[in-house]
T-cell receptor, first 112, second 115 residues
Framework: SQQGEEDPQALSIQEGENATMNCSYK?????LQWYRQNSGRGLVHLIL?????REKHSGRLRVTLDTSKKSSSLLITASRAADTASYFC????????????FGTGTRLTIIP | KAGVTQTPRYLIKTRGQQVTLSCSPI?????VSWYQQTPGQGLQFLFE???????NKGNFPGRFSGRQFSNSRSEMNVSTLELGDSALYLC??????????????FGPGTRLLVL
């Protein structure tokens, strides 16, 4: 079963605008990761944030984590056409239980 | 380093047949996990192997099985295929350090179509 929901399910924005996606999860976590998937291909790892971290940056990506609300957000700044993809959050419960539980995903479309 | 590789990339089978999928992890990675992705159920965890031992298992029927070899390569097998087994099967490898979880790196997937 899915760990939680991602919001919105689909998002279309103009190239150059910022895109924000939200993820909610249900149980305690060790880490939360964000992945990108292009057209049913493999998942590309974007960023990992640990449960004791609140914010993390990587290039044009900014991730926040609020463990009290069991939620995370992914911000992509200055979007590009190549950012068009599905984005998934995934959580794990820690060492010895590394299975990832994925959210439902957000389909992001960047309009040139 | 070479990434995670999966073979075959595409597969067509008929109901009742069995199938074996292969995954070669990133060199040095000892943990291999398998996931099934379908439009209806999304990404679902199948099982995880670490040092040739199944360490975690998802909620899939016994028709789904796997194994890991001493070189960390892994195979998963699905017996008595059903139409609902049509999916993208993804393999991921990681190198978990003691007490911490590292990033899981995914392969390109094997797309299985059951007719």
């Amino acid at each position: 079963s899915q760990q939680g929901e991602e919001d919105p399910q689909a998002l279309s924005i103009q190239e150059g605008e910022n895109a924000t996606m939200n993820c909610s999860y249900k149980t305690s976590i060790n880490n939360l990761q964000w992945y990108r998937q292009n057209s049913g291909r493999g998942l590309v790892h974007l960023i990992l944030i640990r449960s004791n971290e609140r914010e993390k940056h990587s290039g044009r990506l900014r991730v926040t984590l609020d463990t009290s609300k069991k939620s995370s957000s992914l911000l992509i700044t200055a979007s590009r056409a190549a950012d068009t993809a599905s984005y998934f959050c995934a959580t794990d419960a820690g060492f010895g239980n590394e299975k990832l539980t994925f959210g439902t995903g957000t389909r992001l479309t960047i309009i040139p | 380093k070479a990434g995670v590789t999966q073979t075959p990339r595409y597969l067509i089978k008929t109901r009742g047949q069995q199938v074996t999928l292969s995954c070669s992890p990133i060199s040095g990675h000892r943990s291999v996990s398998w996931y099934q992705q379908t439009p209806g159920q999304g990404l679902q965890f199948l099982f995880e192997y670490f040092s040739e031992t199944q360490r975690n298992k998802g909620n899939f029927p016994g028709r789904f099985s796997g194994r890991q070899f001493s070189n960390s390569r892994s195979e998963m097998n699905v017996s008595t295929l059903e139409l609902g087994d049509s999916a993208l099967y993804l393999c991921a490898s990681s190198s978990p350090a003691a007490g911490d979880q590292e990033t899981q790196y995914f392969g390109p997937g094997t797309r299985l179509l059951v007719l």
